[in-house]
Structure formats: structure tokens, C-alpha cells
């Protein structure tokens, strides 16, 4: 908390000075008109999504193409959505987000209180290594996994893709051990002091003044988790089973031509992920500058 | 030996609460611990072994010494296109990206009214992904009625096939990633708000043009930044799957066949285990290489504050 404080200090008074230099050379107008444009062209394919999606199939195949839709066929969004079997899709998908986050927010942030707080032998190598698992291609460990998964019997369920993440998951330790580090350890002495053991401490004083960085990694784990595709398309093979990822991309094989109705089918997935994102900005935005920088 | 006067002093009173701090450690770690072996040490080692076997899942694995590495290696031409097609994406996008990110994050480091609403404009592409973002941009490229293309005509240029056609496939994958650029520029937004103020009035004093503070501080100061943008930037592009599974399947004439891609259809389509096995040997070792490079290339380009500061 302290070193996120004073790197608001320091960009609060580097911000003010970059004004002063833009105001001075009169840049303002050159900097606005530079942002819209560059904004508009980021913004175009969502632009793009969503006048596609309401368009008349027909109309979507003309050149010059029309920017907005006429008629705006609103029926293209439930017709497209019964086609997919959406709500069993959405059904599966927040189950498997859902589950899957509590585990792996709740596990890592327990994991992690013995990397920033407790002293034992070999911690610092056990942290090297789990540093050393961030870099390594999840394809390595693929092949085995799979294999290991059907000789439990676990193919086409959903244990092989929310069992790991009770045991934490190395980005999101590595994350909040960066906040745990910069929560001061008096508060940890003095709940000793009055008696706590180590669950205590963690539940009672840790877990609570971390919850800007447990916000980060469920925001995180939510993006990751609603947009999950190899892992699933590995394990399960049943379209009763499919979230919304799979679900897409076989909607896409039965409707390959019928623009209207994918670019309704995808604007609604689009946008649980990017309502999260208006809310949680300033979390994942600080979650990534905590990693980021300090990695 | 111990005894019983030993745990009254101080000293042994300390001493157990350290063991008693270090046993809840282990309690604290043991689960990460756990799934480390269960899941990524045991696989890791399981896939070394299985690389030198021939298992197609129903028979057990067949012993067949680096037979799958010499297949790869000398006789099969995918595996090379892969591996070609990877490099390829990799060389350019990950460049492009960084150069990109960054003069957004310049552009975005001003305290202007509205900056906010545009930061969130250039973030939001990066938060969305997977297969609805891969339908969106195939509906992009399309040579015909895609928007892409519609731009091009309306400025004199002629719009290529993209997907569709061999030569354009890749630069638009390319182009694609670029539109995620905003993640990136995130990271050296924050590394150019902690840019200390002291350097840049001293830079003033010694009369420094917006050039030369650019040049001499902002950039040395950013070189850490970059590095690590590099780093995973290069490890995050050699395993690009969704998209190139969901916009092309690998084709056309297997101009966007990527190697997880690749890696996948040989395991999980044709269900020759060991050989993906080895082929994710290679890819581990490949990306080990080229961070071992890049660590050791840093020495000369990438400035640490605390070099000069201590």
C-alpha cells in the first residue's frame, strides 16, 4: 500500500508537468485530434459488432456496406440466442467461472500468506520455482494432464478444469504477494500479541486489507475463466456440457454464413466481460501495473 | 540434548516459536506445493519421457528413443511451416506491439480533460478476447464485405484477401493483435507515471530539449518496462491457439498453421501423444533459448535505476 502511494505521488506531479508542456505548446488541439482518431479506429470493430448484429441478413451482403442498420432488427438477438441453446450455455459457463474463481481466489490467497509473512527453510528456491512456472507453455504439461485425467475417469467433466485451482495459481500469488508485501507486519505482531494464530491473522487482518488485490485476481479470473476455449475444447465433448466459448465456435460451424445472427451471438458474450471491465478499471488497471513493473 | 531448562530460556522459547512459524509456513505453501507436483512437475516429467515414445492412447506407450525428434526435425515439413509461421508472427507483433503500446501510453500520459474515457477507449480491446473477438475480426477481413477492406478502397488502396489469401493471412493475425495493444500500453503508463519529476527539471537545467529529456530519461528510464513487455510478449505469442484455431483452422495452404496449433491437431486430432509431447519439448526449450538470449542482451541496453543511484 505504501509503494502504491507513492507512485501516485510521483505520477500526480509528472502528469502536472506534462500538461504544463502541452498547454505551453499549444499541442492541446493536435493531442485531442490524435486521440479521436486513433480512439475511433480502436473503437470501429465494436462499432462494427454491433451494427452488424442488428442488420437484415440480406442487407448485411451489399457493397458499399452501410454503416447503420436499417431497418434495426432487435429479432435477430433471441433468434440467435434459441439457435445456440444460450441459456444452457450461460448456465455451464457461470457455473464453471464461478466455482472456478471462489477456488482459486480463496486458495491463493492463502498460499500466498506463507510466502509474504512466515519464515521457513527453502522458501525463497519453492518462490524461484513458482516464478519459474509462469514462463513455462502451458502445452508442456498438456499432453500428461490429459492423460492423467482420463485414467481418473474425469474426461468430459468439469473436475479437470476446476480441480487445480484449489491449489492457487501461480500469476495470482505472485500478484497479491506484491500487495501483501507493502501491508505493514505491526498489525500482524499485534494480533499475536493478543492471541491470534496464523488462520486468524490471515482471515481476520490480511484477507481484509487485501481486498483491492482479491478484487484484481477475481476480475481477472472471471475474464480468464468466461473466455476459457483450449482446455475445454480438450476435456469435454458433450455440446450439453460446452460453456459459452465452445458453444460459439459451434454455433459458428452450423451458421457459418449468417452474420447477423454471430455478431448478435458474440456481442452478448462480449458483454458481461466488458461491463465487468467499466466497473473494475481501476483494478485491473493497477493489477497489471503491480505485476508489470515490479516483475 | 534437550532439556527441559533449555525451552525456558529465551532462546529456546524463540527457537520454537520459528519451528512452530515454520511448520504453519509449510501448512501456508503446501498446497501450491502439491498441485506443483500433480500438476506441472509430474506432467512435465511425464511428457520428457513420453517425447521418446510412440502412444496413440489405446496401446500402451512403446519406447522408440528420439525416432519423434528426428521425425520433426528432418522429415516433417508442418512441424518447420509451424515453426515458420510462428517465428513470423512472433518477429513482427511483438515489436510492433511494444512500439505501439508505447506511443500510446505517451499519448495517453497527459493530464487532459477526458483522458480517463480515452484510456478506457484503448484498454477495452485488450480485456475482450477468445472466440467472440476471433468471429469479429474474421467478419472484419472479409475481402468482399468486410469493413477493412471498405477502409482501403475508400483510400485508394486495393484490399487483399487476408484469410484467404497465403500471403495475407499472417499480417492479418499480425494486425489483429495489434488492436489488443492497450494491455501493454497499461504496463508502460504505470512505468511512465514513476518516472521521477527531479529528473526531467534537471534535465531543464542542463538545457534539454523535449527531444533530448525524451531520449536521455524517458526511454533509459522505460528500458525495464520494455524488457519485460519483450519477454512476455514473445512467450505469449508462440502460443497463440484460439484465434488461429476459431478465424482459420490453419490454412489457407497452411499459411497460419501456428505451432500449438500444430502441437493440438498432432495430439489431440491424431492423437499421437508422444509426438506432441516432443513437439512441446521443443517449443519449452525454444522459448528457455530465447529468454536466456534476451536476459543476457539486457546487460547491454537495459538501464537499472539502482546502477547508478548506489
Known amino acids: 500500500m505504501a509503494a502504491a502511494q507513492t507512485r501516485t505521488d510521483g505520477s500526480a506531479k509528472f502528469r502536472r508537468f506534462s500538461w504544463y508542456r ?29 451494427s452488424s448484429s442488428l442488420k437484415v441478413e440480406a442487407r448485411i451482403w451489399i457493397y458499399p456496406p452501410k454503416w447503420l442498420p436499417n431497418p ?58 513458482l516464478l519459474a512456472t509462469m514462463m513455462l507453455p502451458g502445452q508442456v504439461t498438456m499432453v500428461p494432464r490429459f492423460i492423467m485425467f482420463k485414467e481418473l475417469h474425469w474426461l468430459n467433466t468439469y473436475l479437470p478444469l ?28 499485534a494480533a499475536r500479541i493478543d492471541g491470534c494464530n496464523y488462520v486468524g491473522i490471515w482471515w481476520r487482518i490480511l484477507l481484509p486489507l487485501a481486498k483491492p488485490a482479491l478484487a484484481t485476481v ?65 483494478f485491473i488497471v493497477e493489477g497489471i501495473a503491480l505485476t508489470g513493473l515490479k516483475g | 540434548m534437550i532439556t527441559r531448562q533449555t525451552f525456558k530460556t529465551f532462546e529456546g522459547r524463540r527457537r520454537a516459536r520459528f519451528d512452530r512459524e515454520a511448520l504453519w509456513g509449510y501448512v501456508f505453501v503446501g498446497p501450491w506445493i502439491i498441485g506443483f507436483i500433480i500438476f506441472t512437475l509430474g506432467p512435465v516429467l511425464a511428457s520428457l519421457g513420453l517425447s521418446f515414445a510412440d502412444y496413440e492412447l489405446l496401446t500402451p506407450p512403446n519406447w522408440i528413443g528420439i525416432k519423434n525428434y528426428v521425425e520433426l526435425l528432418t ?31 505517451l499519448l495517453l500520459n497527459v493530464e487532459l480533460p477526458g483522458m480517463n474515457f480515452f484510456r478506457t ?110 519477454v512476455m510478449g514473445i512467450i505469449g505469442s508462440f502460443q497463440v491457439f484460439t484465434s488461429a484455431y476459431v478465424m482459420t483452422g490453419g490454412g489457407p495452404q497452411d499459411s497460419t498453421l501456428f505451432y500449438v ?7 489431440f486430432a491424431l492423437l499421437r ?13 525454444i522459448i528457455i533459448v530465447l529468454t536466456l538470449i534476451q536476459f543476457r542482451l539486457s546487460e547491454k541496453w537495459v538501464f537499472y535505476e539502482s546502477q547508478s543511484a548506489e
Request: hydrophobic fraction near 55%; avoid cysteine.
Open chain 2, 261 to 267: 496449433l500444430y502441437l493440438f491437431r498432432q495430439g
Open chain 1, 218 to 282: 477475481t476480475v481477472f479470473s472471471i475474464i480468464r475463466g468466461w473466455n476459457d476455449f483450449l482446455w475445454p475444447l480438450i476435456i469435454l465433448n458433450d455440446s450439453e456440457k460446452f460453456n459459452l466459448a465452445l458453444g460459439l465456435a459451434t454455433f459458428r460451424g452450423l451458421y457459418h454464413t449468417q452474420w447477423a445472427y454471430l455478431m448478435a451471438a458474440s456481442v452478448v458474450i462480449l458483454l458481461p466481460t466488458i461491463i465487468l471491465y467499466f466497473f473494475a478499471q481501476r
Open chain 2, 75 to 105: 522429415r516433417d515439413r508442418l512441424f518447420l511451416v509451424s515453426l515458420y509461421n510462428t517465428l513470423y508472427y512472433t518477429l513482427l507483433s511483438v515489436p510492433l506491439g511494444i512500439i505501439l503500446a508505447f506511443l500510446l501510453a
Open chain 2, 273 to 285: 501423444m508422444g509426438y506432441a509431447a516432443a513437439m512441446a519439448w521443443i517449443l519449452f526449450i
Open chain 1, 72 to 129: 434495426v432488427l432487435w429479432e435477430n438477438y433471441p433468434e440467435a440466442l434459441r439457435l445456440m441453446h444460450f441459456g444452457q450455455l450461460l448456465q455451464n459457463t457461470a457455473f464453471l467461472t464461478g466455482v472456478g474463481t471462489l477456488a482459486v481466489v480463496l486458495s491463493s490467497s492463502w498460499i500466498v500468506y506463507g510466502f509474504a509473512r512466515l519464515d521457513f527453510p527453502g522458501k525463497n528456491v519453492i518462490f524461484t520455482i
Open chain 2, 121 to 230: 477507449v484503448f484498454y477495452l480491446p485488450a480485456v475482450t478476447s477468445g472466440v467472440a473477438v476471433s468471429l469479429l475480426w474474421i467478419w472484419l477481413f472479409n475481402p468482399q464485405y468486410g469493413l477493412i477492406n471498405y477502409l482501403l478502397r475508400l483510400v485508394g488502396l486495393p484490399g487483399p484477401g487476408w484469410l484467404v489469401d497465403p500471403t495475407w493471412s499472417k499480417p492479418a493475425f499480425i494486425l489483429m493483435s495489434l488492436w489488443g495493444v492497450g494491455g501493454t500500453a497499461v504496463i508502460f503508463l504505470a512505468g511512465l507515471q514513476g518516472v521521477p519529476v527531479s529528473l526531467y527539471e534537471a534535465a531543464v537545467i542542463d538545457g534539454a530539449s523535449e527531444w533530448q529529456k525524451f531520449w536521455h530519461v524517458t526511454v533509459p528510464m522505460m528500458t525495464p518496462v520494455i524488457f519485460f513487455n519483450l
Open chain 1, 162 to 189: 476446476l480441480v487445480p485451482a484449489l491449489f492457487g495459481d501461480a500469476f495470482y500469488i505472485f500478484l497479491l504477494r506484491q500487495f501483501y508485501m507493502g501491508i505493514p507486519t505491526e498489525l500482524d505482531d
Open chain 1, 22 to 50: 502541452v498547454r505551453r505548446n499549444g499541442a492541446k488541439v493536435v493531442w485531442y485530434v490524435g486521440l479521436i482518431l486513433l480512439g475511433s479506429l480502436f473503437s470501429l470493430p465494436f462499432f462494427w459488432m454491433i
